[in-house]
């Protein structure tokens, strides 16, 4: 859900309660509004904004805060927890043998979201194939054979055959020895009659374990009809929301959750089979709120500190923030964000950092590039140890040395430092951040 300025406008309210250990009416009020404004603009319902208002008001003011609790931290949580009680649960998709068939009109991203998901089931080491019925949208085969190579998963459709139903029928036989069965379904423009026929026909021929409803994020308040009509007909268990790297807003799509008493299984962010994500409650609304998503930044750094052979204690960061941030250090860092993802994501999912501090760096500051980071470990290598602890008594005179005897120029040297004195700032600016924050959160 695009809610982007969610947690700079409530940040600034929440930071006029610091020092507070008690609400009043006022600051309530106004963290409210803040959440109504930025929740209607990403289409999230009136009905539900409502509510939600009401359960933080009615909170906020009447819960005794835990001892010690600020003012502060207690608004958070409460808005934290409801934000995520509004979005719900990810719907439960064990990793074990089943049936899933999408359903969703023509558009909306199905035949797609059936390739993304069984890559990302192949990716928890199952195997899963993908059947695709749609017989109606002309290069819906194409268009699927050809995503489900790239997936490398297996597949089945027929370009010969015009009826969905046998097609499944087929499908299902052929694709027995599979774990993981998605079935794609043919959508309309609209909600028709045989469009709903042909999908109840095709329900009872696969019998899935689950169905998805897949919604274009961009689908606003029509998403309450289209989700009552597929909830009378087949059920839903689920919803996967697609296109949400676009300038959609995403929020539509709570209506059909809530309408079909149902949950959020993926969230599509790109036209490439790769491009999809488990929905995961906790982690999107700590991004929606500006304070990064410690539990996804762990997950990358441990997967980096696997690839780098690095041990624990090489990536603390509470050590980091701590002392002097060396030579040493930052080539741990670099190798570590070296195997993360572009820093720029890396950065959003670190609290405080989303916004304020990358705008302030160059683009290519944080370019940490395999070459780069060659280039500086040369470099580093004919350093001493005193100098690799203490960057700044490399002197002019040093930096020739160091130039010198590493092969590269005096201006790469120069760079390295230039970098070692940014990175340096950047991590003082983490345990600045003052009221421990950073440090509770890294703990979570
Ligand atoms: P279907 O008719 O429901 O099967 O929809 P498709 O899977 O063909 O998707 C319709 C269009 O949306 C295609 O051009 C897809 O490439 C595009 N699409 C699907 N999911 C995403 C997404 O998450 N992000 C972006 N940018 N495009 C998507």
Redesign the pocket.
């Known amino acids: 859900m695009v809610l982007d300025d969610l947690g700079s406008s409530l940040r600034g309210s929440l930071d006029k309660l610091r020092g507070k250990s008690r609400l009043d009416e006022e600051d309530v009020e106004e963290i409210v509004k803040e959440i109504q404004r930025s929740l209607l603009q990403a289409d999230v319902s009136v009905d539900l904004v409502m509510d939600l208002s009401e359960d933080i008001r009615e909170r906020a003011l009447n819960e005794e805060p835990p001892g010690g609790t600020s003012a502060r931290d207690h608004v958070l949580r409460i808005v934290y927890e409801e934000l995520v009680g509004l979005v719900g649960e990810s719907t439960d998709l064990p990793l074990e043998s089943q049936t899933i068939m999408l359903a ?10 059936a390739a993304k998901m069984a890559w990302w089931f192949s990716k928890k080491g199952l195997r899963p194939g993908v059947i695709q019925t ?1 017989t109606f ?1 002309p290069g ?1 085969y194409d ?1 699927a054979k050809q995503m489900c190579e790239r997936a490398e998963v297996e597949f089945y459709g027929d370009p010969d055959n015009d009826d969905p139903v046998d097609i499944a029928r087929k499908g299902k036989e052929e694709l027995s020895d599979v774990d993981v069965l998605i079935v ?1 379904t043919a ?1 309309r423009h609209a909600l028709e009659d045989t469009l709903i026929g042909e999908l109840e026909e095709i329900e009872r021929v696969v019998d899935p374990d689950r169905n998805l409803l ?1 919604l274009d994020a961009a689908i606003g308040q029509g998403a309450k009809d289209q989700a009552d009509e597929f909830e009378s007909a087949v059920g839903i268990d689920g919803v996967v929301i ?5 300038t959609a807003k995403g929020g539509g799509a709570l209506a059909a959750v809530d309408r079909t008493d149902s949950s959020i299984a993926f969230l ?4 490439e089979v790769q ?1 999809i994500e488990r929905f995961e409650p906790s982690g999107f609304i700590s991004r929606l709120l500006g304070m990064g998503d410690l539990k996804q930044l762990t997950e990358r750094v441990e997967r980096a500190m696997e690839e780098t052979g690095q041990t624990e204690e090489d990536w603390d960061p509470e050590e980091m923030m701590k002392g002097e941030f060396t030579l040493h250090d930052m080539r741990k860092q670099m190798e570590a964000m070296n195997n993360m993802g572009p820093l720029s994501q890396v950065m959003d999912m670190i609290p405080g950092l989303g916004g304020g501090l990358k705008d302030q760096l160059p683009d290519d500051a944080m370019d940490v590039t395999q070459e780069r980071l060659r280039d500086f470990e040369v470099i580093m290598d004919s350093m001493t140890d005193d100098e690799l602890a203490n960057p700044r008594s490399v002197s002019k005179s040093r930096i020739e040395r160091v130039a010198r005897g590493s092969g590269k120029s005096e201006e790469q040297v120069r760079e390295l430092l230039e970098q070692h004195k940014m990175m340096s700032r950047m991590m003082k600016q983490f345990s600045g951040m003052g009221d421990g924050d950073m440090q509770r959160m890294m703990k979570k």
Do not use: F
């Open positions: 969703g009109l023509q558009g909306s991203g199905k035949t797609t979201s749609d949208r819906a268009q794609d959508g897949v697609t296109k949400l790297d676009g599509g962010t790109g036209e491009d």
